[in-house]
């Protein structure tokens, strides 16, 4: 059972503060006491305010405070102490400097990445009635397949980036044809901004997720700056985008859910004089409703050997990877979809 979670806080003139033990929304609609022991992580999308002694309380309590910015990309995390001890920190550090396993996990993890990507192709593919778009997804499965295979031969991390994005360009491809009788036309990915709607939604529900990786990691002791596959840069989360590959396809096949079942409509969007498509306030609104129903299902984790919450995942692939690190484990093991 699912105990903690998340509180969105939506509105651009929201204050929260903080009040004998919970916390107290208030918006020009009302007022809301949420306490602060049945949440673990606050996530802000607009302009809304959060007072010192709110940010303190939190803190304290190991509540995470996450703000978005429109596209939903972080524009900053803020919580505790960090937790572990500082054994773990210098496994990871160690194993950062040794070319040969960072090298290692980088592979691991993108192909977990490339596996799930094919498999939500093939599973396009199945579920496609038009039997030359079946096909054209099946073709791209296979490519995916073969870029998966390429991965053991390479030598270097670039080169393992390269698969990546060669993978990545004949998936969304994929994605392109999934949408393609839908009244969501995608073209390709784009960012800042997102040029139509499929691309606001990809970019937010990134972000969310982004979120949740990075809290994961903080939790159990590593340093979620310091990647493998990401290089380290000042002021990425490379540890949090790392493990973020291994969902993406989990979260892209929400995405077309979405948008296959009408559960998002034109007026969910906007777009501004740049160009820029984004949600609206009620479009993230329903979209967050739908994002936590999605956290919720049930999925087979091969390395458990049972099914566990989406919404655990960040906290067991971290964990996983801690163990891996501490020596309990002689390979990190990426997720990988069923």
Not at 39 to 50: A, C, P
Not at 90 to 107: C, F, M
Not at 158 to 179: C, H, K
Not at 270 to 292: F, K, Q, S
């Amino acid at each position: 059972m699912r105990y903690l979670s998340t509180v969105y806080v939506r509105h651009h003139r929201a204050k929260v503060r903080h009040r004998r033990g919970s916390l107290r929304i208030t918006t020009p609609e009302g007022s809301q006491n949420i306490p602060l022991e049945g949440i673990d992580s606050i996530v802000m999308l607009g302009g809304g305010q959060l007072t010192s002694q709110a940010m303190d309380a939190c803190i304290k309590r190991g509540v995470r405070v996450t703000a978005l910015r429109r596209g939903g990309t972080v524009r900053f995390v803020v919580g505790g102490a960090t937790g572990g001890n500082v054994h773990l920190r210098g496994a990871l550090y160690r194993a950062l400097s040794d070319e040969a396993q960072s090298l290692a996990i980088a592979k691991a993890i993108v192909a977990a990445k490339l596996q799930n990507s094919r498999k939500i192709a093939a599973r396009w593919s199945r579920d496609e009635r038009d039997s030359r778009r079946a096909n054209d997804l099946a073709m791209r499965a296979e490519h995916i397949r073969q870029r998966v295979a390429r991965l053991e031969n390479a030598e270097t991390a670039d080169q393992v980036r390269g698969i990546e994005g060669d993978a990545a360009r004949i998936y969304f491809r994929a994605v392109r044809q999934a949408l393609a009788t839908t009244r969501f036309p995608f073209l390709g990915r784009t960012r800042r901004p997102p040029r139509d709607p499929v691309n606001a939604l990809l970019g937010f529900c990134y972000g969310l997720l982004l979120t949740e990786f990075t809290g994961a990691l903080e939790s159990i002791g590593l340093d979620y700056q310091m990647g493998f596959f990401h290089r380290p840069r000042s002021g990425r989360p490379s540890l949090a985008l790392d493990l973020v590959e291994e969902l993406r396809a989990l979260t892209d096949r929400f995405v077309v859910s979405l948008i296959r079942r009408r559960q998002v409509v034109p007026d969910s969007f906007v777009e501004m004089p740049g160009g820029g498509v984004y949600l609206t306030d009620a479009g993230r609104t329903h979209l967050l409703r739908l994002w936590e129903k999605h956290k919720e299902e049930d999925i087979y984790h091969g390395v458990c050997d049972r099914n566990v919450g989406r919404w655990a995942l960040p906290s067991v692939q971290a964990t996983l990877l801690a163990r891996f690190l501490r020596g309990d484990l002689p390979a990190y093991p990426p997720f990988v979809l069923p």
